[in-house]
Every structure is written in C-alpha cells, then in structure tokens.
C-alpha cells in the first residue's frame, strides 16, 4: 500500500496539482489586497468614501455586554450578533471578478503562446520537407 501511495504522488499531475493549489492561494492574496487596498479605496473615493464592508443589516440584538461600535461590521460580527454583510459580498465578488478576469488574460496569453510556437514549428517543419526535396532533386540530378 506504501509502495502504490509513493508511486501516486510522484506522477507528475498530483505535483502538478499541488504546485497550482499553493500557488492559487498565493494568488487569491494578492487578488484580495489588490481590492482591499487599491481597488475598492479608489472605488470609495469616487463615490464619496463609500465602503462596501460597512454596508450590513443587523438581525438580532446586541449582546448586552458589547462595548464596540454598533457600525463596526467585524467587531459585531465577531461579539456573535447575527448581520446580513451584503457589503462584505460584494467586495468578495468584486475580488472574484478581478481574479477570473487576470486568469482569463493569463489563460489567453499562454494560448496565444502555445498558438505561435505550433505554428512556428509547422513553418519549420515545412521547410524541412522542402529542403530534404531540394536535396534530393540534386542527387537525382547529380546521378
């Protein structure tokens, strides 16, 4: 059983796997920075500091012992008072559009890539065949 685990995850497309999955984490960091400190400030900015995380509806009381804020979505949150965080989601769609749009360009451009170096090796090959008629021709003339 130790033998055939071993010889799973040495195929190439679990290390494959693993390798996407740590660096998809490390990306979705930089996906949720890039929104919660560069996109969404710019978006309050623009609509008169607007900030999405501190847009909730409260659906239960406030515990009697809490000191914090009552606009406070996190501190609520974290003292157990029941909130509908609608602002919360849309910063997280919003960092889920951002990601799926630089996916899509990365995608892209790695397509486009893979285009080129196909096509280049299509263009090459076809000169080799050329070449190796050419070369023939000449024997056959040579003989």
Do not use: C, H
Request: glycine share 10%; hydrophobic share 55%; proline share 3%.
């Amino acid at each position: 059983m130790w033998s055939e685990f071993r010889t799973f995850i040495a195929r190439g497309n679990v290390i494959d796997l693993a390798v996407g999955v740590i660096i998809g984490a490390a990306f979705g960091n930089i996906t949720k920075s890039l929104t919660d400190d560069i996109i969404m400030p710019i978006v309050g900015a623009l609509f008169g500091g607007l900030d999405f995380s501190s847009y909730f509806i409260r659906l239960g009381p406030v515990p009697a012992g809490y000191a914090g804020s009552p606009t406070n979505y996190a501190a609520l949150k974290a003292s157990g008072v029941p909130l509908l965080g609608f602002g919360q989601f849309v910063t997280v769609v919003i960092n889920f559009l951002i990601l799926a749009f630089i996916i899509f360009l990365l995608v892209r451009f790695v397509n486009r890539t893979v285009l080129r170096a196909k096509e280049a090796a299509a263009a090459e090959a076809e000169d080799v065949v050329l070449l190796r008629e050419i070369r023939d021709e000449l024997r056959a003339r040579r003989s």
